[in-house]
């Protein structure tokens, strides 16, 4: 068991039940943990939802810039910001 405390009043309800929330070790902030579903933004600034976890990588779904159809993309879970 890691001495991370779960501060409750910092969090949101996603709508589906989950309810993310941002632990605190200290003074630093650990971010809340990304899950299959999840909206997520990328570098480029585009939104993402994930799909599946493949090791320290996320598989992701993103709309092409230059079209309607979608791309999958396999981003390193620390490019990734959870939008909530």
């Known amino acids: 068991m890691c001495n991370v405390r ?6 949101e309800n996603d709508g589906l039940g989950r309810f993310h929330t941002e632990r605190r070790d200290g003074d630093a902030i650990v971010s809340p943990r990304i899950r ?3 909206c997520v933004r990328l570098p480029d600034g585009r939104s993402a939802r994930v799909r599946a976890r493949v090791g320290d ?12 159809t979608h791309q999958f993309l396999l981003i390193k879970g620390e490019d990734l910001e959870l939008i909530t």
Request: net charge positive.
């Open 57 to 68: 990588s996320y598989k992701v779904r993103v709309r092409r810039n230059a079209s309607h």
């Open 6 to 11: 779960l501060d409750r009043s910092i969090g």
């Open 36 to 38: 299959d579903g999840d």
